[in-house]
């Protein structure tokens, strides 16, 4: 009876094992996934040409071209609150409520791109000109916060 036992706990160990093994990778594959991204383009003016990613891993990636504050390729893992806080921001757009395109008839201005995926919503929006209100504040507070509060450089 005893070795019956030992058998069977030996047999559980191992299934569970697998299992744990088969969660993990699945994690790690969806770790990567991309859940928001951000650029914006030059314009004839100092405007910032940028691009911005956010990962399931908690993986930020700026990458600033022209007139940003930081330069290149710039990653950081971001801490539990750094994220919630950076979500915060994206999740203050009601994405549902968007067009997929918004175009002005101004001239010299910066394009930006966005893409949200959360919650089996995967939204693309064009911007170029006049956007919601909800945008143009995630573009008024989104270079400030990875600057400061996520890279940690000193206001001017």
Same mark, same amino acid.
């Given at each position: 009876m005893i070795k019956n036992f030992r058998l069977l706990l030996i047999i559980?160990?191992? *299934?569970?094992? $697998?299992?744990?093994q088969r969660l993990s990778a699945n994690?790690?594959?969806q770790d990567n996934e991309l859940l928001f991204s951000m650029s914006s383009s030059s314009c004839m003016g100092p405007c910032p040409v940028y691009e911005i990613a956010l990962y399931a891993d908690s993986t930020l *990636? !700026?990458? =600033?071209?022209?007139?940003? $504050? &930081?330069? =290149? &390729?710039n990653q950081k893992k971001l801490s539990a609150g750094e994220f919630d806080? !950076?979500? =915060?921001?994206? %999740?203050?757009v009601k994405w549902n409520e968007l067009n997929p395109r918004y175009v002005s008839d101004m001239s010299d201005l910066p394009s930006q791109e966005y893409y949200y995926n959360f919650e089996g919503n995967n939204i693309a929006v064009? %911007?170029?000109g006049l956007e919601p209100k909800s945008l143009a504040e995630l573009n008024r507070a989104i270079?400030? !916060? *990875?600057?400061h509060d996520i !890279? =940690?450089?000193? $206001?001017?």
């Open positions: 559980l160990l191992l *299934v569970s094992c $697998k299992q744990q994690a790690s594959e *990636v !700026f990458k =600033g071209e022209e007139n940003t $504050k &930081l330069q =290149g &390729l806080a !950076f979500m =915060g921001l994206i %999740k203050m064009y %911007k170029y270079l400030p !916060f *990875v600057y !890279f =940690g450089m000193q $206001k001017e």
